[in-house]
């Protein structure tokens, strides 16, 4: 392709018979001649779904960044991209993250666009998105659909996500009635949105938007308020401007990027699951993260966001106290973001933010007088039992389980412990481990958010409210707990984990970042030559094949061993 010609312009502009065939059946919809006069077509990508409740008003966010193309003079073409939906898919949105990402990239490719606009809102439609734009590196520029008004029972706020764990406790310890629970349901999603609390959505909305891949402010504005509608329609005007510009991600996404990222996503006291989504984005990029660099980075960094599962508030008291702009001043301010990282408004994002207020100091607490002190982000973890690193998010831990040692308690699968938790006579105590594991990458498959295992209904009752658990599965960011999750090796490749018996002793000690079962090398190598894979599913056929054959471990990102690297934007033949 002649680089000094748009990349539309390769179809768009052609003569002839291919020339016809491009501009003719896009002529279909009502084009006239003129959208193929050499102005910037714009895709934008949706993962738009009723399938996928928290993106099913994508559409309507779509028309607004339409309208900012038109009015910025380039050609918008909005197409779907595969939606995940955190609620509904089986056996975890997680499988499809890489899916996303592999269509994502294709079409993004394979069609005559010269930027593109991400539409995502639910879990894995941002990280998925990101990552296949990151690969192909056209202009892009992400517009995350926003969070649900508060969830409102009795008068008080009720957090989608974290609130689900919190009512199932009280059900099964008795102090809430199913009839009552019945109601709260209703209350917990009242508008269009993602989840509301700081869960994964909301944490990849602030991420994108630390990492400069949005608009700032974009994060926060509820999905039904108008100002997320003007947000698409600023995003839809900018991105045309990027084209001009030709600023593309590999100019965004540095190591400075994933640095304020990995900072921002500690001060919001947002989800272990950016730890996975930003190995995994890094590696598409080739910026070179590593496991060890979540824990450097965020050791000076205090939380400062007080929203549930580590605090009080929602993401509408988030948005309305100045959202994410704050955060990133504050940072700034204090030394802590890397201020010349670039953004997609062209400028740095200590620019975008310099003059960010606060209007709420409870919602967002200052540096000096923060919600939980520097340290007290996610932390990770090594030790015989985790060679490759598990992480623990402390801000949703309870303190005095930061230092903790005890019996393991040892399940095979989420299902072997859920078959017998409620049982009375379960052989178990508060001070035990619970450890569940067969949930990683290539064991579920899919890597689910099932380590929250709920507390045994016989210790609840009793008062318990947290536990140790730990797994090789992920946890979803709206859960809490002292949760040791994404170990690695994982259990289905022969990890250590796989190798734990009931009985044994667990040490974790976070202070000191380790998490060890109380064998000897010696111990734990009879056990490992003792230990086969078998019993452990094998698909032969499907995507579910692809996976398990292709997925890396927890500490790469989960990523396709195949789809990691930037593959650009170039075609290398016609179609006709
Ligand atoms: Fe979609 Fe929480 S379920 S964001
Ligand atoms: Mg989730």
New binding site residues.
């Given amino acids: 392709m002649d680089a000094t010609v748009r990349r539309s312009q390769h179809w768009f502009g052609a003569e002839g018979r291919s020339g016809m065939l491009y501009r003719s059946w896009m002529r279909n919809q009502g084009h006239g001649p003129e959208v193929f006069d050499g102005r910037p077509v714009i895709g934008i990508a949706s993962t738009w779904s009723e399938l996928a409740p928290c993106n099913a008003h994508l559409d309507r966010v779509a028309e607004a960044v339409k309208r900012g193309v038109w009015q910025a003079g380039g050609f918008p073409l909005v197409f779907p991209v595969m939606a995940t939906g ?1 609620t509904l898919m089986r056996p975890t949105a997680m499988l499809y993250r890489n899916l996303i990402a592999l269509v994502g990239e294709e079409l993004i490719r394979a069609n005559p666009l010269d930027g593109v606009v991400l539409l995502s809102g639910c ?1 894995k439609t941002t990280p998925g998105l990101l990552m296949a734009a990151a690969s192909v590196d056209l202009p892009t520029i992400m517009v995350t659909g926003g969070p649900m008004l508060n969830g409102k029972f009795r008068g008080a706020d009720v957090g989608s996500g974290t609130h689900v764990w919190r009512f199932e406790a009280e059900v099964k310890a008795g102090r809430m009635s199913v009839a009552e629970c019945a109601i709260a349901e209703g209350g917990m999603a009242r508008s269009n949105g993602h989840c509301m609390t700081m ?2 959505a909301s944490t990849m909305a602030c991420v994108a938007e630390a990492l400069g891949m949005q608009l700032p402010g974009s994060a926060a504005w509820p999905a039904v308020d108008a100002r997320r509608y003007e947000t698409a329609q600023a995003a839809g005007q900018r991105i045309v401007a990027l084209v001009e510009e030709d600023l593309r991600p590999s100019a965004i996404l540095t190591h400075g990027a994933f640095h304020n990222a990995i900072r921002a996503n500690a001060a919001i006291g947002g989800s272990t ?1 950016a730890v996975v989504h930003l190995l995994a984005l890094a590696g598409r990029v080739g910026v070179d993260l590593r496991l060890d660099d979540f824990d450097r980075l965020v050791r000076e960094v205090p939380t400062l966001a007080d929203l549930m599962p580590s605090g009080r508030f929602l993401m509408e008291d988030f948005c309305y106290a100045g959202g994410l702009p704050v955060v990133l001043r504050r940072l700034s301010e204090a030394g802590l973001l890397d201020d010349a990282a670039l953004t997609v408004t062209g400028d740095t994002v200590a620019a975008n933010v310099a003059t960010a207020e606060c209007w709420n100091d409870e919602v967002i607490r200052t540096v000096a007088e923060p919600l939980q002190p520097a340290g007290s982000g996610t932390a990770v973890l090594r030790g015989n039992l985790c060679p490759d690193g598990a992480v623990l998010k402390q801000s949703a831990a309870t303190p005095e389980l930061l230092v903790h040692e005890g019996r393991a308690v040892v399940f095979d699968s989420p299902e072997d412990y859920h078959a017998v938790c409620d049982d009375d006579d379960l052989d178990i105590s508060a001070t035990d481990v619970i450890i569940v594991r067969g949930a990683g990458p290539k064991g579920y498959p899919g890597m689910p ?1 099932v380590a929250n295992v709920p507390i045994p209904t016989r210790l609840l009752r009793q008062g318990v409210t947290d536990m140790v658990r730990i797994s090789d599965g992920r946890m ?2 709206t859960g809490f707990g002292t949760v040791v999750l994404h170990v690695s090796p994982e259990s289905a490749v022969g990890g250590p984990l796989a190798l734990v018996r009931t009985g044994d002793r667990i040490r974790l000690d976070v202070p000191a970042r380790t998490l060890d079962v109380v064998l000897t090398d010696a111990e734990l190598a009879e056990r490992a030559a003792q230990w086969s894979a078998a019993g452990h599913t094998a698909d032969t056929s499907g995507y579910r094949w692809l996976y398990r054959e292709h997925v890396l471990q927890a500490d790469a990102g989960a990523d396709f061993d195949f789809l990691v690297g930037r593959r650009g934007a170039a075609v290398p033949r016609d179609s006709h």
């Fill in positions: 955190e879990d869960g994964t699951n958010e979803s960011g």
